[in-house]
């Protein structure tokens, strides 16, 4: 995948596509800082789209980047998993598990669900709250 489909609006530039990208990951959906209580966060889905996972892989494209710019110290793994055979391919779970400081766990079935939906389930987990918004100016003196 180019950076040019994967972050639209990007400039000829090699320093300007660079401030561009960390100002889409730094700011928009995802743009959440996590509580103290949150050790650990694991998102599984299968590496294939089918049957329910469109939503999970979108969340990693799309949300997670931007969870962890703005949470550096908070680990997230992420396990996408490959199915074999077509008989096994509904039987992969999509899980969000977040793990907290304490030791207890939660996790949420992603299944079929919008990336939307699981950022909302990531933040209502975790007690997320909205991050301030950072942009970078394209040019340090402030000129165009």
């Keep these: 995948m180019s950076a040019q489909s994967m972050f639209p609006g990007l400039t000829a530039s090699r320093f300007t596509r660079q401030i561009t990208r960390l100002n889409l990951i730094s700011s928009g959906p995802g743009s959440v800082?996590?509580?103290?209580?949150?050790?650990?966060?694991?998102l599984l889905f299968k590496r294939l789209n089918t049957?329910?996972?469109m939503g999970a892989r979108k969340f990693w494209?799309?949300?997670?980047p931007r969870v962890q710019f703005?949470?550096?110290?908070?680990?997230i793994?992420?396990?996408?998993?490959?199915v074999a055979n077509a008989s096994e391919h509904a039987k992969v779970p999509a899980i969000l598990k977040v793990t907290y400081a304490d030791g207890k766990t939660a996790q949420v079935d992603?299944?079929?669900?919008?990336?939307?939906d699981i950022l909302n389930d990531f933040i209502n987990l975790t007690g997320a709250k909205p991050a301030k918004?950072?942009?970078?100016?394209?040019?340090?003196?402030?000129?165009q």
């Design 33 to 42: 800082t996590v509580g103290q209580n949150v050790k650990n966060v694991e």
């Design 51 to 53: 049957d329910g996972h």
């Design 61 to 64: 494209r799309e949300n997670l």
């Design 70 to 75: 703005h949470n550096p110290a908070l680990p």
């Design 77 to 82: 793994q992420v396990t996408r998993v490959e």
């Design 110 to 116: 992603v299944k079929n669900k919008h990336s939307s």
């Design 133 to 143: 918004e950072v942009i970078i100016d394209r040019d340090p003196r402030g000129i």
